[in-house]
T-cell receptor, first 111, second 115 residues
Framework: GENVEQHPSTLSVQEGDSAVIKCTYS??????FPWYKQELGKRPQLIID?????GEKKDQRIAVTLNKTAKHFSLHITETQPEDSAVYFC??????????FGKGTKLSVKP | DGGITQSPKYLFRKEGQNVTLSCEQN?????MYWYRQDPGQGLRLIYY???????QKGDIAEGYSVSREKKESFPLTVTSAQKNPTAFYLC??????????????FGDGTRLSIL
């Protein structure tokens, strides 16, 4: 079935450094790739998304890149801040209109 | 913020009991979804509905049931057949535009525990 692999499962960086989270997907028909940030005990919130007709998208300190040939996409956070600490989920649009989620990456930004 | 309201925030289930989790949205979204979240497992799809009076099973539908009688409401029942119901349950909704997947917006979740 459709699957999304996400790495790493945990990531610790120093404040000001960059963080990169990578995902691969199995369904070549997927054309929508959102990223969600979830703080402890709260709802996942969409932080950025990209469609398959675009290779890269940026929003301030956050960027997402997509390589359709290799079926992988990545989240890049620059100049990390302690408030970036959270669990980040990638997802790929499924053939039925649903989303297939990765298992998440717990990002810790140390002051 | 508003848009999707889940209730209750915390719920306790006794052995052999069915419990129902509420999800209401005022975003005029066509599609609604239920996910289960366990530590280290990410979000797993239980059921989803793209139109009133129709719904489809997700990856882990066994032991759960849903209904979609109104566009704005998509309640989830955790039945006694679900032997390990302790989890964080998230409801989401999205538009259906016919142009592929759309962003899903989540509620605040319901945390279900066994007594």
């Amino acid at each position: 079935g459709e699957n999304v692999e996400q790495h790493p499962s945990t990531l610790s960086v120093q404040e000001g450094d960059s963080a990169v989270i990578k995902c691969t997907y199995s369904d070549s028909a997927s054309n929508y790739f959102p990223w969600y940030k979830q703080e402890l005990g709260k709802r996942p919130q969409l932080i950025i998304d990209i469609r398959s007709n675009v290779g890269e998208k940026k929003d301030q300190r956050i960027a997402v890149t997509l390589n359709k040939t290799a079926k992988h996409f990545s989240l890049h956070i620059t100049e990390t801040q302690p408030e970036d600490s959270a669990v980040y989920f990638c997802a790929a649009g499924g053939s039925q209109g649903n989303l297939i989620f990765g298992k998440g990456t717990k990002l810790s930004v140390k002051p | 913020d508003g848009g999707i309201t889940q209730s209750p925030k915390y719920l306790f289930r006794k052995e052999g009991q069915n419990v129902t989790l509420s999800c209401e949205q005022n975003l005029n979204h066509d599609a609604m979804y239920w996910y289960r979240q366990d530590p280290g497992q990410g979000l797993r799809l239980i059921y989803y509905s793209q139109i009133v009076n129709d719904f489809q099973k997700g990856d882990i539908a066994e032991g759960y049931s849903v209904s979609r009688e109104k566009k704005e409401s998509f309640p989830l029942t955790v039945t006694s057949a679900q032997k390990n119901p302790t989890a964080f349950y998230l409801c989401a909704s999205s538009m259906m535009t016919g142009r592929g997947n759309q962003p899903q917006h989540f509620g605040d979740g319901t945390r279900l525990s066994i007594l």
